[in-house]
């Protein structure tokens, strides 16, 4: 059975970070990813970041994956591809995790996982909603920046979160018409400055406004929208049909916890992070000793805050074995006045307070 | 309601207060930024990308960038270095009767130089006829061009880019 | 459709090999996923489900959600927004569960 001091669940933004940090203190890192390709969502991120000019903001997601990868390469960390993890369990005073690989069972020994699994996309329920046509704002966004694929013509985005408004601004530049953003809150979710560029381009965006249900027989042709009132209820005669043949959902993320789960990890509940998380500690580390986990498993956010926590968890892994014992402590601090500085002003503010209550549950939890 | 939470689209009121737009004194003496930033997103390569020191975020980096308008020579570097696309630059005094606007676009297909184009608002709606005086895409700008367009003078603080086109047939296999 | 020239990214490369779709040639290129390409050619209805034979196509895009499965090479339940093409590749609208060669 291969063997290793720290294995990486996830090739994205947080789990490339981690594994970078890892090795550079010497640790022994290993990748592991269900996809073909490593990088996470990485790649299809076109638009400029967002954050601290030294830490890449105003350079595009892609160009950050490509230097992540080549710094992994350059540590030498091993990257196993095509192959999705299945199991998590305690093994001789460490862990073993199990996956697929061309079709056989394989398991790997480490002594520290970190799970840097990401987040799944969530569905919303509608008459229509099974449609060909219907599909994830991410599912669109793969197509049209890695596969160069337009899944549509006239699109419709459902949800105004920073997804919904950047998959539409990419849509636009894929050569589609987005025909309309509408979003259920009275207010956009997203950056005002993401709303202001679909709005340019002519896009208009309803508020109170959601999707009563997808026309169509054997595909999207068309979608009945309606205006909410106040208590989210549908305003009688405020409907009306848009032309259109796909339906993008960008209706929030769902943390991708089951390895967690698996391994007995004491979980909290905290709805602005995306529903149940695993309780972590300054660390990254969850409730059992030698897991930690980084980026959207925690808690769906931006990349910039999954590469963050990915940094902290392979620097605290690789501490916890003794390494780096002494710029350890100098690193995390840099890193945590980082992540607090992405996580002020009015949009950070709600994801800073619930990351300190699952911060607190770590303190309450049995170890 | 108004306003870019409800809208997308800064509200006249949100553009007085935001503190990356200068005087209209300065507006008269030449070409200067417009940042149209105004929430306070944790963002500051604006304040980088401008060698002359004129936009100060600061820390916290959720702070709103604060214009200089003494300090700015409306060299228009800030344009592309904003992941926003919120930054805009205006000479109002281009002739007696025009002003430039130059706005980051990215979208095919380009316009010529040289040519008349559609001009529109912060809600993409036509405004007025524009001559496209230059396009700018260079590789410090990373893909984004920089469009300069020759407006009505009357239209400087409005028009912010021009009417996007279609689907165009030159991506279509 | 596809999207050649792009603002922001280069220019695209050409398809460079063909799958069949119920017995039609479609073209794609090498490393794509099935989805990509039947998407590309205007293909929307993936499978048929097995009780109502409704229509269903890609949704998810990252091998969760099961609706872009279909028969792949005479092996049904493949889902098709996470395997790549391959030259030659037979590719059928599943109907219902679908049903193994050999079974």
Known sequence: MKKTQILIVGAGPAGLCAAIEAARAGAKAFIIDEN?????????????????YEHRAGVRGYAIGTDLLRETEELGVEVILNAPVYGLFRHDGGMMVSYMKDGREKAILAEKIILATGAAENALAFPGGTLPGVMGAGCAQTMINVNR???????????????????????LQAGAEVSALIEAAPFIGGYGVHASKIRRAGTPI????????????????????????????????????IEADTVCLAVGLSPLTELAWMAGCDFTWIPQLGGHIPIHNENMETTIPGLYAAGDITGSEEASTAMEEGRLAGIAAAEALGLTAERAKDIKLEVWARMNAL????????????????????KGAAR | MNGIRFTGIASAEELL??????????????PVAVIE????????????????GAIIVGQPITRLPVLDGVKCIGCGECLAACPGLAIFLVHKNYTDTTSL??????????????????????????????????????????GTAL??????????????????????????? | MRVVKHPILPDDAAPDCIIYHDGQPVPAKSGEPIAAALLAAGVRVFRETAKKRNPRGIYCGIGRCTDCVMVVDGEPNVRTCVTPVRQGMEVRTQKGLGEWKNS
């Open chain 1, 36 to 52: 073909s390709k490593p990088g996470g969502q990485l790649f299809k991120q076109i638009h400029k970041f967002f954050g601290s």
């Open chain 1, 149 to 171: 694929v337009l899944p549509g013509g006239k699109i419709i985005m459902i949800g105004s979160g920073n997804v919904g408004l950047i998959v539409a601004y990419q849509l």
């Open chain 1, 206 to 241: 309803f508020v109170s406004h959601t999707i009563e249900r997808a026309l169509g027989k054997t595909r999207v042709d068309a979608v009945e929208i309606v205006r909410l009132d106040e208590s989210f209820q549908p305003v009688p005669g405020a409907r009306r049909v």
């Open chain 1, 343 to 362: 996580r002020t002003g009015p949009f950070g503010q709600k994801r800073f307070e619930a990351k300190a209550q699952l911060l607190e549950s770590a």
């Open chain 2, 17 to 30: 207060a935001c503190p990356g737009i200068t005087s209209e004194e300065r507006f008269n003496k030449g």
């Open chain 2, 37 to 52: 930033c105004v929430q306070e997103i944790p963002c500051n390569p604006c304040e980088h990308a401008c060698s002359s």
């Open chain 2, 101 to 142: 606007v130059e706005f980051p676009y990215e979208y095919l297909p380009l316009p010529e130089e040289g040519t008349a184009v559609p001009c529109g608002g912060r809600d993409g709606a036509f405004i007025a006829d524009g001559k496209v005086v230059k396009i700018k895409k260079t590789k410090h700008s990373d």
């Open chain 2, 147 to 173: 469009i300069l367009v020759e407006v009505p003078k009357e239209f400087f603080m409005d028009i912010r880019t021009i009417c996007r086109k279609g689907v165009s047939d030159d991506r279509q296999s």
